[in-house]
């Protein structure tokens, strides 16, 4: 995974789709998500870690935008 795109395709797979209509909270959501799916075994760990870091990554970027 590359791209938050990625990522959401990737929890499509699971039944999850996420729109809440802000921008922070979608990401804040998927990462939920992504970490409930790694601690039941669903994701391995190397993308979860990838995925975990795009989506941190993303959110400090949209933070900052804000201010």
């Known amino acids: 995974m ?3 795109y990625e990522i959401q395709q ?3 797979q699971f039944g999850t789709f996420i729109y809440v209509g ?3 909270s979608d990401l804040e959501l998927m990462e939920s998500e992504l970490k409930e799916l790694y601690q ?3 994701v391995e760990t190397r993308e979860f870690q990838t ?3 795009i989506l941190r990554h993303e ?3 949209e933070k900052e935008k804000s201010k």
Do not use: G, P, S, Y
């Open 2 to 4: 590359k791209t938050i």
């Open 10 to 12: 990737f929890l499509k």
């Open 22 to 24: 802000d921008r922070v």
């Open 40 to 42: 039941a075994q669903l």
């Open 51 to 53: 995925a975990l870091l």
């Open 59 to 61: 959110i400090q970027l």
